[in-house]
């Protein structure tokens, strides 16, 4: 069964970090390219950071400096580690596994930004 299972959302207060992950199963996880992807309410799904099977990273610029995106090809594992959290960053934020024409997604994970 082809899954990606997010985890580590939660509740922060502004300037705090969090770690989401995404676990893959049922894919040939070290072929894909990953992503996350967030949805904030009333908004349009926007990309937020994206590794290529090779490592190659990318972000959008309103996290650049402030999240890192990884793999673990061993876990199946893809990660997000998000510092500097701004009241801005609250969202669902779903995981993305991309193959060609072949593309999963994850049921998301809510980080809220509050103080």
């Known amino acids: 069964q082809v899954q990606l299972v997010e985890s580590g959302g939660g509740l922060v207060q502004p300037g705090g970090s969090l770690r989401l992950s995404c676990a893959a199963s049922g894919i040939g996880f070290t072929f894909y390219a990953m992503g996350w992807y967030r949805q904030a309410p009333g908004k349009e799904r926007e990309l937020v950071a994206t590794i290529t099977s090779g490592g190659g990273t990318n972000y959008v610029d309103s996290v650049k400096g402030r999240f890192t995106i990884s793999r673990d090809n061993a876990k199946n594992t893809v990660y997000l580690q998000m510092n500097s959290l701004k009241l801005e960053d609250t969202a669902v934020y779903h995981c993305?596994?991309?193959?060609?024409?072949?593309?999963?997604w994850g049921q998301g994970t809510l980080v809220t930004v509050s103080s």
């Open positions: 993305h596994a991309g193959l060609g024409s072949h593309a999963v």
